[in-house]
């Protein structure tokens, strides 16, 4: 049962920084001449290496700036590491910032089918599941309209939709998602919760430690690029808590309305 | 390698989907759609013809066809490779959040213009009707100089979106040298009356006109020429996806 679905082994992220940035031709020529090329190196990650069996649910814990989400794209496949070594296992259904390839001048109808190879779906697939995606996006007669026309709302409705077809062995949170009104927040919340049930892996980034709490049940902290802490949930939150934000155990309440 | 062949049958369907939309969407809202891929050709050759047929000593009556086959592969060849030279910067906000092959984007562009220009060659057969150039066998050579754009595009293409990812200014001189092609590849003159050779040398797609010409005018292939042709397409192509292969994990960095 145990099987390793995620192994994250000495990965490290470097990146660039220009100090002022070049993207034209002669002010590369200029400065290569001048010996004016410097670059600043900035590490993203730092030596991160953990495994994520199949069916846990790990919080990705981290102050802004602590590569949380150059981890998640790391893990994704988005950003290649600079240093070491990832290995996925099985489908990952990446829920970021959904919508986000969606062609404007497209209608919803046709970024289903887009947006589904996107996802790496096969055609049948998505003609199969097609139906199924419009009604729970909701979207009704706005299925034919240019998705430029739409709210962002309807936007990510239609997103979310798409994206969660498929059942993921690996699933990528970024923070609680918080798609449309009320009532489709509560099916969307419903819809993972499902995936879930179903036994799949989730990866969950936030740094609010009640939302870890009550979905994950392992949690790592990132500080600066390096992994610092890997454990069950509970005891990770708490120490978050106390080495990050500065409040002890009894003085949750402070953070909670977050 | 096997790992990429299986890599690129996943997303087979993405290339498709994409090809389709670059096509659709060339010509949505516009009230004559579809049809303008054979228009603009017959108005550009109608055009030029008036244009230089005076700079034609003798009277010669399959002038329009002899602009037409340069035209069409001349404008083939710019629309593609500019498209892909675009192509990674255009699809940044896909690029960075989904794991996508990253050469499908610039190969559905190539593709997408390429099926755009076999429907745009209804017109030269139409026209070749017109002004009683007759097939002859050597028509059916013709898919040699058409096999070659497309992998000549294809080459420069991967080599010009690699390289406008890094440096903006690509895109601004791309543009000047595909007109400096397009006059030294003799679409509207004979290559024969210019003394200075060599710049048919240096051009492209010079070679893969005068085949193309060839297979159209009922002529057998000139071998010279098409060594040469071939020798800028497999160039281009190997460049074209080591460079490609080499840098692409770098695009994410600079988009």
Known sequence: ?258 | MNSAIKNFKKYRYLLYELTKKNIKLKYRRSYLGILWTLLEPILTTIVLTIVFINFRGKKDHTFPIYILTGRLLYSFFSQATKQAMKSIRRNSGMIKKVYVPKYIYPLSDILSNYIMFAISLIVLFGAMFIFKVYPTKYIVYSVIPLFLILMLSLGFGLILATMAVFFKDMEYLWEVTLMLIMYTAAIFYDASKIKAQWVFYCNPIYHIIVNFRNSIYGNPLDKQALLISMAYCISSFIIGVILFYRKQDKFILYI
């Open chain 1, 1 to 258: 049962m145990s099987k390793e679905v995620v192994k994250v082994e000495n990965v490290s992220m470097k990146f660039n920084l220009m100090e002022n940035k070049v993207d034209n031709l002669k002010e590369y020529v200029i400065k290569l001449l001048k010996n004016e090329l410097r670059y600043q190196e900035f590490w993203a990650l730092r030596n991160i290496s953990f495994t994520v069996n199949k069916g846990d649910r790990l919080g990705i814990l981290g102050l802004n700036g602590a590569g949380k989400s150059t981890l998640l794209k790391v893990i994704a496949g988005v950003l290649k590491p600079s240093e070491g070594k990832i290995t996925v296992k099985g489908m990952i259904a990446p829920l970021l910032e959904l919508g986000a390839g969606f062609d404007p001048q497209y209608t919803g109808a046709e970024n289903i089918y887009l947006y589904g190879a996107v996802m790496g779906y096969s055609r049948d697939f998505i003609r199969e599941k097609y139906d199924e995606i419009v009604e729970f996006s909701e979207l009704g007669d706005f299925i034919n309209v240019p998705v430029k026309n739409y709210s962002s709302g309807m936007k990510a409705r239609l997103g979310f939709a798409i994206a969660t077809i498929v059942e993921p062995d690996v699933l990528i949170l970024d923070e609680v998602l918080s798609v449309g009104d009320a009532k489709f927040r509560k099916k969307s919340e419903k819809r993972i919760l499902d995936m879930f049930d179903k036994g799949a892996t989730v990866l969950f980034v936030s740094h609010v430690t009640e939302q870890v709490m009550a979905i994950c049940d392992r949690a790592i902290i990132l500080d600066k690029g390096r992994l610092v802490a890997n454990g069950p949930a509970e005891e990770i939150c708490n120490l978050y808590d106390e080495k990050f934000i500065g409040v002890k155990k009894d003085g949750k309440e402070t953070v909670k309305n977050k």
